[in-house]
T-cell receptor, first 112, second 110 residues
């Protein structure tokens, strides 16, 4: 069974800092990996999707990378803002089957 | 284009009562999923469907049933609610790549 881990569980940074969130998975036979943002009491908003054949994806101040062989993905947030405060989750879909496996998330606080 | 919607948003049940949660999507997606989210445990898959008329068990299916009679709707049923089913329930849909989530249903079982 695929295990997805996100470290750290919580992170607090001052506004303007660049930061990296980590996601690791145990089975490298993945189809894709997706990063989400979740605000308190809300649903999940998709940020970036990386297919297994890709190394990275970028959207605005966000950049996600994927290293399948080492079972790792990182989400880089440039010039953090207080509005970036939320919980960030990663999910992987295995090559076989239609299930997605989620990490428990990193709670990010950006201090003004 | 409403995306994925869930009904109801909140519900309080007594132990032993039954209820159905409705998920609807207007993106013509084949795949639909029901998850529960509990503190410290992340999202766990309850059941999913790969197309109209199909359902499959996920990681934590016990105590739940599902039906996908129409492609746009995925229903999650609790036949006899238990306090352990207190959680936030999320529905998602996908066409095989990216998942899109609904706003969630907060269920409390007393």
């Amino acid at each position: 069974k695929q295990e997805v881990t996100q470290i750290p569980a919580a992170l607090s940074v001052p506004e303007g800092e660049n930061l990296v969130l980590n996601c690791s998975f145990t089975d490298s036979a993945i189809y894709n990996l997706q990063w989400f943002r979740q605000d308190p009491g809300k649903g999940l908003t998709s940020l970036l999707l990386i297919q297994s054949s890709q190394r990275e994806q970028t959207s605005g101040r966000l950049n996600a990378s994927l290293d399948k062989s080492s079972g790792r993905s990182t989400l880089y947030i440039a010039a953090s803002q207080p509005g970036d405060s939320a919980t960030y989750l990663c999910a992987v879909r295995h090559n076989s089957g239609n299930q997605f496996y989620f990490g428990t998330g990193t709670s990010l606080t950006v201090i003004p | 284009n409403a995306g994925v919607t869930q009904t109801p948003k909140f519900r309080v049940l007594k132990t032993g009562q039954s209820m159905t949660l409705l998920c609807a999507q207007d993106m013509n997606h084949e795949y639909m999923y029901w998850y529960r989210q509990d503190p410290g445990m992340g999202l766990r898959l309850i059941h999913y469907s790969v197309g109209e008329g199909t359902t499959a068990k996920g990681e934590v299916p016990d105590g739940y049933n599902v039906s996908r009679l129409k492609k746009q709707n995925f229903l999650l049923g609790l036949e006899s609610a238990a306090p352990s089913q207190t959680s936030v329930y999320f529905c998602a849909s996908s066409q095989g790549h990216e998942q899109y989530f609904g706003p969630g249903t907060r269920l409390t079982v007393t």
